[in-house]
């Protein structure tokens, strides 16, 4: 006997409300609507902002496959796709609600153009038009709203293509929302989707040409690949599984010390450096995951830190990988299964260290040339109570006072003293953590005449009273911190004799 059951449907405009509060942002879901066009073969998406306060519009134009009138209506409709059915290999979907979920979370009114074969269909969600009906159903108007026929007119003589439009943008323009703010809204997407799509966008044959207000979106590196002062790359690692194989590829980044200041402005990323240390999951080359360690850790999950913020891990899944890495609607989290997390929390920790030793060291942990360790002004005593910095008084500039000093030679030690028990470690940690930026040393910002003024003390110290050559003090002075990182100034310095 079968069991009573009933028929319980959703009601259309509760269950379209509650959709649009999935949490997307617009940059988010705008990279939601290009997924779809890339799975349908597009080479060229253009998308256009237009302000016109409350009735501000966006276009997504792309020059994809199309859909003939049923896909178009298989594509609006809620859940029309299992995300349990198998699905092309370079399908970048999976739900089947990113189209709609992804525009809803942004506005009211969705309209999708689209042209296969020359035959056009035109559908859209109107969710005032919704409201306004007494049945409650599910509606789906055929053409574009009253006065918008102009808005999706980008087809026009295509034989392929696809335009999404969005309008009643009510979740972008809200009271208070002026054009400046929409304009920024521009950079913030823009700054999103290169992120994104970059490897699709990279390389002299790109696999996908962005056009944002009709300016080409350039693509952003997280890796720096190919930068000459990058530290550190592992080679790609596989790991097969049950839904295909998992690679990974660990890179450690230049310290700022390696860097122009534009270099280290452009690869900071879009949440700047801290931020967008850790992992970058990707399906199909398109980014779902942008930084972030992914819930791992040796003893508990690891936060993302200044001194790590060098580090930064390319990881491929498959798409058959979904449900195991438990991507969400959005494509914005990801979990690591069970049997691969002591694998990647292995790779990730030495990267950590590699990044952390880099970041120390501000980027020069290098011995000088002919392997001679470089003699550094503060070294790390560790005891069993924790650490504790010491000025070495081994560095040229501490020896050269304490053997001039004679009588005053305690008094100096002294002095020394009181500055290693009072270097403020707590205050420079957070200013670092609070600023987001490692605070100035080693005579960054200073002009050169500050460095030669310095350096010129030092360098006459060891012709004087050590009685080197003009020669042999310039390679000494090439192997003390800071003055290795300014060889053209000390190639200029001359000898007072």
Same mark, same amino acid.
């Given at each position: 006997?079968?069991?009573?059951? /009933?028929?319980?449907?959703?009601?259309?405009?509760?269950m379209?409300e509650?959709?649009?509060?999935?949490?997307?942002?617009?940059?988010?879901?705008?990279?939601?609507?290009?997924?779809?066009?890339?799975?349908?073969?597009?080479?060229?998406v253009?998308?256009?902002?237009v302000w016109s306060?409350?009735?501000?519009?966006?276009?997504?134009?792309?020059?994809?496959?199309?859909?003939?009138?049923?896909e178009?209506?298989?594509?609006?409709?809620?859940?029309?796709?299992?995300p349990?059915?198998v699905?092309?290999?370079?399908?970048?979907?999976r739900?089947?609600?990113?189209?709609k979920?992804?525009?809803?979370?942004?506005?009211?009114?969705?309209?999708?153009?689209?042209?296969?074969?020359g035959?056009?269909?035109?559908?859209?969600?109107?969710?005032d038009?919704?409201?306004?009906?007494?049945?409650?159903?599910?509606?789906l108007?055929?053409?574009?709203?009253?006065?918008?026929?102009?808005?999706?007119?980008?087809?026009?003589?295509?034989?392929?293509?696809?335009v999404?439009?969005?309008?009643?943008m009510?979740?972008?323009?809200?009271?208070?929302y002026?054009?400046?703010?929409f304009?920024?809204?521009?950079?913030?997407?823009?700054?999103?989707?290169a992120?994104?799509?970059?490897?699709?966008?990279?390389?002299?044959?790109?696999k996908?040409?962005?056009?944002?207000?009709?300016?080409?979106?350039?693509?952003?590196?997280?890796?720096?690949?190919?930068?000459?002062?990058?530290?550190?790359?592992?080679p790609?690692?596989?790991r097969?599984?049950?839904?295909?194989?998992?690679?990974?590829?660990?890179?450690?980044?230049?310290? /700022?010390?390696k860097?122009?200041?534009?270099?280290?402005e452009?690869?900071?990323?879009?949440a700047?450096?801290?931020?967008?240390?850790?992992?970058?999951?990707?399906?199909?080359?398109?980014?779902?995951?942008?930084?972030?360690?992914?819930?791992?850790?040796?003893? /508990?999950?690891?936060?993302r830190?200044?001194?790590h913020?060098?580090?930064?891990i390319?990881?491929d899944?498959p798409?058959?990988?979904d449900?195991?890495?438990?991507?969400?609607?959005?494509?914005s989290?990801?979990?690591?299964?069970?049997?691969?997390r002591?694998?990647l929390t292995?790779?990730?920790e030495?990267?950590?260290?590699?990044?952390?030793?880099?970041?120390?060291?501000?980027?020069?942990p290098a011995?000088?040339k002919?392997?001679?360790p470089?003699?550094q002004?503060?070294?790390?005593?560790?005891v069993?109570?924790?650490?504790?910095y010491?000025?070495?008084?081994a560095?040229?500039s501490?020896?050269?006072?304490?053997?001039?000093?004679?009588?005053?030679?305690?008094?100096?030690?002294?002095?020394?003293?009181?500055i290693?028990?009072?270097?403020?470690?707590?205050?420079?940690?957070?200013d670092?953590?609070?600023?987001k930026?490692?605070?100035?040393t080693s005579?960054?910002?200073?002009?050169?005449?500050?460095?030669?003024?310095?350096?010129?003390?030092?360098f006459?110290d060891?012709?004087?009273?050590?009685?080197?050559?003009?020669?042999e003090?310039?390679?000494?002075?090439l192997?003390?911190?800071?003055?290795?990182?300014?060889?053209?100034?000390?190639?200029?310095?001359?000898?007072?004799?």
């Amino acid at each position: 006997m079968k069991p009573k059951s /009933r028929s319980a449907p959703p009601r259309a405009m509760a269950m379209l409300e509650s959709l649009r509060g999935l949490g997307y942002s617009t940059d988010a879901a705008l990279a939601d609507i290009i997924d779809n066009s890339v799975s349908a073969g597009a080479t060229e998406v253009r998308l256009d902002f237009v302000w016109s306060g409350p009735n501000s519009r966006i276009t997504i134009l792309d020059d994809g496959r199309g859909m003939d009138d049923a896909e178009l209506e298989s594509a609006m409709r809620l859940g029309d796709k299992n995300p349990l059915d198998v699905r092309s290999a370079h399908d970048l979907g999976r739900f089947g609600m990113g189209l709609k979920t992804a525009s809803f979370s942004q506005c009211r009114r969705l309209t999708v153009a689209t042209v296969k074969g020359g035959a056009a269909s035109c559908l859209r969600w109107d969710l005032d038009e919704l409201a306004a009906d007494p049945d409650g159903g599910w509606l789906l108007f055929e053409g574009p709203a009253q006065g918008s026929k102009s808005f999706v007119a980008g087809l026009k003589g295509k034989k392929a293509g696809t335009v999404v439009l969005w309008e009643t943008m009510d979740r972008v323009v809200t009271t208070g929302y002026t054009s400046d703010d929409f304009h920024d809204l521009i950079d913030t997407v823009e700054s999103h989707l290169a992120m994104v799509f970059h490897r699709l966008l990279q390389g002299p044959r790109a696999k996908l040409k962005l056009l944002l207000n009709g300016r080409a979106v350039a693509p952003w590196d997280p890796f720096m690949s190919g930068h000459p002062a990058k530290p550190w790359s592992s080679p790609p690692s596989n790991r097969a599984t049950d839904y295909g194989t998992v690679t990974v590829q660990a890179h450690v980044l230049p310290h /700022r010390d390696k860097l122009t200041a534009k270099e280290f402005e452009d690869n900071a990323g879009p949440a700047g450096w801290t931020a967008q240390q850790g992992f970058y999951v990707y399906r199909n080359e398109r980014l779902l995951v942008a930084g972030g360690w992914l819930g791992l850790g040796s003893s /508990r999950a690891w936060n993302r830190e200044e001194a790590h913020r060098l580090a930064r891990i390319r990881l491929d899944i498959p798409n058959t990988a979904d449900a195991d890495w438990k991507i969400d609607v959005r494509k914005s989290t990801a979990r690591p299964p069970v049997s691969l997390r002591p694998w990647l929390t292995l790779l990730a920790e030495n990267t950590r260290e590699r990044a952390r030793r880099v970041f120390a060291y501000r980027g020069t942990p290098a011995p000088a040339k002919g392997n001679i360790p470089i003699e550094q002004a503060w070294r790390v005593e560790r005891v069993r109570a924790g650490m504790r910095y010491r000025i070495d008084e081994a560095h040229p500039s501490v020896a050269a006072v304490l053997e001039s000093a004679g009588a005053l030679a305690p008094l100096v030690k002294s002095m020394l003293r009181v500055i290693e028990e009072t270097v403020p470690v707590q205050r420079i940690w957070l200013d670092t953590a609070e600023n987001k930026e490692t605070p100035r040393t080693s005579f960054e910002g200073e002009p050169n005449a500050a460095v030669i003024e310095v350096a010129s003390v030092l360098f006459n110290d060891l012709i004087e009273r050590k009685g080197l050559s003009v020669e042999e003090a310039r390679k000494s002075m090439l192997r003390t911190e800071p003055f290795q990182k300014y060889p053209a100034l000390v190639a200029k310095l001359e000898s007072k004799k």
